[in-house]
């Protein structure tokens, strides 16, 4: 990626981080630099830089740095994701397990100036069901039950927290040598028959949840 146009994305991530942490944590300015790094490094890893003629690109951003603020906030005990009965009370995702108001920050107007186009909520959802159908084809020409379901939770399940492929086998009950060199091998070919339809797939479980990110904002199930 060019530098320019990385330091660019850099400094719109940053303020959009100084804008949600003034807004909901001010007790929690030490954490605006790390939550900046993080969403930088999820837009890359998504291939979001790369593509040209955004329209939503305030959007995205916005809501990239919001989860990040969530997802420091879990990691350091701030707040907890609530549990599925507990889901069926409340109209919220998380609870405060220390002080910070999350209706605040539910409430914070996000960009209304840069909604997202028909054209990025169509790449979306096309881009989705290309690494759907491709890994489906991958997929069904393993006839391993425990592969299968490694493969299956490596590439999709996202996980709050980040589990090393080998202990991953290891809770579906799988056996390899080497289940990381396995899982590359198969990216590398749903990669081969997604790229032909403009889409490279690197890191799946961070790019399909990018794509659902982008869907939901539009209001499109999947």
């Not at 990040?68 to 409340?90: H, M, P, W, Y």
């Not at 840069?114 to 491709?134: M, R, V």
């Amino acid at each position: 990626m060019d530098e320019q146009v990385a330091l660019k994305y850099l400094l719109l991530i940053k303020k959009t981080s100084s804008h949600i942490r003034k807004k909901s944590f001010l007790d929690y300015i030490e954490m605006e630099e790390d939550v900046a790094h993080d969403a930088f490094l999820k837009l890359m890893s998504s291939g979001f830089f790369e593509r040209e003629g955004h329209s939503g690109v305030n959007t995205y951003i916005y809501r990239t740095v919001q989860t990040c603020f969530v997802d420091r906030l879990k990691s350091i005990g701030v707040i907890r994701n609530l549990t599925t009965a507990e889901k069926e009370q409340s109209e919220n995702k998380y609870e405060n397990i220390r002080s910070v108001n999350l209706d605040e920050f539910s409430a914070i107007a996000e960009p209304v100036s840069d909604n997202l186009s028909h054209s990025d909520t169509l790449f979306a959802a096309e881009a989705y069901q290309w690494i759907k159908s491709c890994f489906e084809a991958v997929y069904s020409s393993i006839s391993n039950e425990k592969r299968r379901a490694f493969f299956e939770s490596a590439f999709w399940f996202d996980c709050e927290y980040e589990i090393p492929m080998k202990k991953l086998a290891e809770m579906v009950g799988y056996t390899s040598s080497n289940p990381t060199q396995e899982f590359n091998r198969l990216v590398e070919k749903v990669s081969q028959c997604t790229e032909p339809h403009g889409v490279t797939v690197v890191k799946p479980r961070e790019q399909v949840q990018f794509l659902l990110e982008q869907l939901a904002l539009a209001g499109v199930d999947q």
